[in-house]
């Protein structure tokens, strides 16, 4: 059983990681199931596609407390929050606090955050890099995402497929996932049972944590990409499904939807390598500036 809806439109030969990575995360939507996204980039950027061509019915929420909105399209609403353009026609105005007690209350399907580190148990850090508090970088922190982490059934993560992302442990633990693996951290750490993390979207890669030991494992993969270009430039080994499905490319018509309705601007889509198929069939990345980058 394929791991996402089947892809809508003609399969495109041109795309930018960070586009493929939506395309991968809106196929995920579920009609008539509750979201609550991450303000900014890719997932609002995922929701709002796939309401737009896989789930129409489904209702999400902003980070900071916006119930089901129509954000006036394409004028660059996935930037700001508490503003009138993305919160345009909302069903309700309430706030982080409100929203997190619907959460308690169960009324959260699933959460979708990024995130700067995670590790193999769907731990978050957005919080701090370096050595926790004796040197490293303060970052922006995870606002919204503790409880969205904490609190929705499930959480989807997207993250880019770096070294750097994937970590053997957090340097800081801003959002929870599974904490130290046991099978019932959460709820000894006062989390509600049976929530947590549920996959993991990268541009090259889609995860699940395996039953049993909480751990991150390999599900499926880009067409341009080998199971073992995937693990190298992870900073762990991830477990491996018996089956690692290959996933379909991004279409035309998610590209237009992407580049004409929602990040007209490409602040968000537009920011990394690009991935272009060659006459042979073989695949190259491309810098923004300069030429390609050989698989």
Sequence with gaps: ?????????????????????????????????????????????????????YAPQ??????????APEPVLPLDPMITGVASRPN???????????VTEHAQLGYMDYGILNSLQVDPYGNINSTWLGTYPAEGRRMN???????????CWRTILMVDHQRRKFVSRVDFISSPGFLDGTPDARERAGLPHDTGPWRVVTPWAVFDYEEGSHHLR????????????????M?????????????????EEEL???????????????????????EDGTWRFWQEKGGPLPF
Excluded at 22 to 50: F, N
Excluded at 58 to 67: L, P
């Design 1 to 53: 059983m394929s791991v996402l809806k089947p892809a809508v439109g003609t399969a495109a030969t041109r795309f930018a990681e960070r586009e493929y990575q939506i395309c991968i995360t809106a196929r995920m939507v579920e009609d008539s199931r509750t979201y609550w996204a991450a303000i900014g980039g890719g997932p609002l950027y995922a929701i709002l596609l796939a309401k737009r061509l």
């Design 58 to 67: 489904a209702i999400y929420v902003t980070e900071d407390g916006v119930i």
């Design 88 to 98: 345009y026609r909302a069903l309700m105005w309430s706030n982080m606090n409100g």
């Design 141 to 151: 922190g995870p606002g919204g995402a503790d409880a969205i982490a904490s609190l």
């Design 218 to 233: 390999l599900i499926a993969r880009a067409p341009f990409v080998t199971v073992q270009q995937i693990v190298e430039e």
């Design 235 to 251: 900073g762990f080994q991830p477990r491996l499904s018996p089956e690692i499905e290959v996933l379909e490319l991004p279409t």
């Design 256 to 278: 237009l939807v992407l580049r004409a309705e929602l990040d007209v601007r490409g602040q968000t889509t537009g920011v990394g390598r690009w991935v272009e198929q060659q």
